[in-house]
């Protein structure tokens, strides 16, 4: 079966400081890799998706970058982190191909909070 | 532009007393409505998908209903571990990679 794994699960991150969160999906190949952010009472918002290695396409212009080394590996970065990063992030995946009808699936999150 | 809007945001009931969530949504083409929950601190977890209108999928207390505009999901006896956030989300055909997710509807059921 597949499985996502996020990490770390929380951080607190002084502001002008680098980021670098992982996302890895295991038991599955050629996924769509997807980076959200969501906020209180906000919803979900789209950072990033990726229909393959190398490939991202980002949603909104912000302080935040994303990579996509392997097959199986996200990577959401930042090289000086902002108050307004403060959020908490999900990566999600679904499978590539096909219709575009299967749902996406969600790791566990990381709580980040920028000092 | 695809849009979800779900209602009520917030919703307290007591153990035993039923309800239904609404999910209403603007699409081109729907490829399928999915339903998740979110307890605090976790990511979403997925629920069911909906393909078309009629369809029901049940699961344990839960039950989601599709028409050509709405999605409910019906909670029957609740429980107080059903207590969550529940989100709906469509994916609209035309080639996008992308769902549209509704803001979720923050459920508390009283023991």
């Known amino acids: 079966s597949q499985t996502i794994h996020q990490w770390p699960a929380t951080l607190v991150q002084p502001v002008g400081s680098p980021l670098s969160l992982e996302c890895t999906v295991e038991?599955?190949?050629?996924?769509?890799l997807y980076w959200y952010r969501q906020a209180a009472g906000r919803g979900l918002q789209l950072l990033f998706y990726?229909?393959?290695?190398?490939?991202i396409s980002s949603e909104v212009p912000q302080n935040l970058s994303a990579s996509r080394p392997q097959d199986r590996q996200f990577i959401l970065s930042s090289k000086k982190l902002l108050l307004s990063d403060s959020g908490f992030y999900l990566c999600?995946?679904?499978?590539?191909?096909?219709?575009?009808?299967?749902?996406?699936?969600f790791g566990n999150g990381t709580r980040l909070t920028v000092t | 532009e695809d849009q979800v809007t779900q209602s009520p945001e917030a919703l307290r009931l007591q153990e035993g007393e039923s309800s239904s969530l609404n999910c209403s949504y603007t699409v081109s083409g729907l490829r399928g409505l999915f339903w998740y929950r979110q307890d605090p601190g976790k990511g979403p977890e997925f629920l069911f998908t909906?393909?078309?209108a009629g369809e029901e999928k049940e699961k344990e207390r839960l039950k989601a209903t599709l028409t050509k505009k709405e999605s409910f999901l019906h909670i029957t006896a609740p429980k107080p571990e059903d207590s969550a956030t529940y989100l709906c989300a469509v994916q609209a055909s035309g080639g996008s990679y992308i769902p549209t997710f509704g803001r979720g509807t923050s459920l508390i059921v009283h023991p």
């Open positions: 038991g599955t190949s050629n996924p769509n």
């Open positions: 999600a995946w679904r499978p590539l191909g096909g219709s575009y009808n299967s749902p996406l699936h």
């Open positions: 909906l393909y078309s």
């Open positions: 990726s229909v393959g290695i190398g490939q």
